[in-house]
């Protein structure tokens, strides 16, 4: 391999890296990720020692992620009750101005009608 084509690659490797970093810490996903990989690369025997542990710290680092995108999920229902709420109470507004101006021209034309048979 030349020279060129190592720095393309490297280059082409911290791209890719710098994008899954990115990734992981939007969906909240990056203790979780840097916990599995630290663990079972530093410390290979606790791991097989205190298996317990590292799952309950596993299970840990998970629930992180499932309570953001829950309650970002609920906030996102929520607010969409919330503006549906408020066209309806426009559409409703705006229906009844309709409603009373149709009473209105009807008791103007009956009226029109009185003061015309008079």
Known sequence: MTLPQAIVQLIGVI???TIIWKLLSR???????????????????WVAEHQLAYYGIMALCLLYPAAYWLLRCRQYRQEE??????????AYAHHQDERYQQVLEAIRRMDA???VSE
């Open 15 to 17: 791209f890719l890296l």
């Open 27 to 45: 969906t909240k996903l990056l203790p979780f990720t840097l916990y599995l990989i630290g663990v079972n690369n530093i410390y290979p025997v």
């Open 81 to 90: 009750a919330e503006a549906k709420g408020e066209l309806l109470a426009i």
């Open 113 to 115: 009608e009185k003061s």
